[in-house]
């Protein structure tokens, strides 16, 4: 495979800049879909669904992307059941995901 033609660090540089990459635009589609996401680093984003204490709307959405086999990490444990977690997938796993929050949203 091309990935193993890489040197370790040149695979880590490659894979950080991807991640970032697709973390931006992720972001960028979130927020035009009027979702807040906080700024991160990270190969995940924290995206807000509804206002504090609105947590029911942010379950039925979990609910139903789980249901469909997109898993994303519920934060009422962190005092944060108005957002979810959304871990950084590569470019289909980010369309599949936005496809599925388009007709959950409307």
């Known amino acids: 495979s091309w990935a193993g033609s890489l040197a370790p660090a040149e695979f880590e540089r490659w894979v950080i800049a991807r991640n970032a990459e697709q973390r931006a635009a992720l972001a960028s589609a979130l927020r035009s ?19 504090p ?4 709307g942010v379950a039925r959405i979990e609910a139903a992307l789980c ?20 871990t950084v997938g590569n470019p289909d796993e980010n369309r599949r995901l ?9």
């Open 33 to 51: 879909r009027g979702l807040t996401v906080f700024p991160s680093q990270t190969n995940f984003v924290l995206a807000q669904f509804s206002g």
């Open 98 to 106: 936005l496809a599925a929050l388009d007709l959950l949203l409307a």
């Open 67 to 86: 249901a469909i086999g997109i898993v994303l990490r519920p934060m009422a444990g962190y005092g944060l059941g108005h957002c979810l977690r959304i």
């Open 53 to 56: 204490g609105d947590n029911a």
